[in-house]
């Protein structure tokens, strides 16, 4: 059964950029929800909607996001472009894979559509990357780009 809520974990790489264009393609294919989902791991708690939000209002919260919002703001415009349904948040939590996977859990996603850092060898063995844990721990299935 084709994904109908697609979500995609955005923190500005280009392995996160490149889920966003699968995410894209596939929801474009079958009518499926996008939502895209950064989860900023500092220690102030928010949860922002991007989804025409002002920013300026949430300064003070988002300084560490550096480039990230333009970036999440002009997917909004593309997956509108190409039709496709997309919303967006901002949350907080000190785990990035917990705050991942809650959301999913919370929000009835299909599938999760994360970028894989790409970890090799003995690194690999030492520390679990975002990506492995959502694999493992996620409600739905997911795809690393």
């Not at 966003?20 to 929800?33: G, M, R, V």
């Not at 950064?38 to 300064?59: D, L, R």
Request: proline letters at 5%; aromatic letters at 6%; one cysteine or more.
């Amino acid at each position: 059964m084709p994904p109908k809520h697609i979500l995609v974990p955005f923190d500005g790489s280009p392995q996160s950029t490149k889920a966003f264009h699968s995410a894209l393609s596939i929801a474009k294919k079958h009518e499926s929800k996008i939502s895209l989902l950064t989860v900023s791991a500092t220690e102030k708690k928010f949860s922002i909607p991007f989804k025409t939000v002002n920013f300026a209002k949430y300064a003070s919260h988002l300084y560490e996001l550096g480039e990230i919002i333009p970036v999440l703001v002009e997917f909004e415009k593309i997956a509108k472009k190409n039709q496709v349904e997309i919303s967006g948040e901002i949350v907080h939590d000190i785990a990035v894979s917990r705050g991942i996977i809650q959301y999913a859990k919370n929000h009835s996603v299909d599938l999760i559509i994360i970028g894989n850092r790409g970890l090799k060898g003995w690194k690999k063995e030492l520390s679990d990357s975002v990506s492995d844990e959502v694999a493992k721990h996620a409600p739905c299935d997911v795809q690393r780009i």
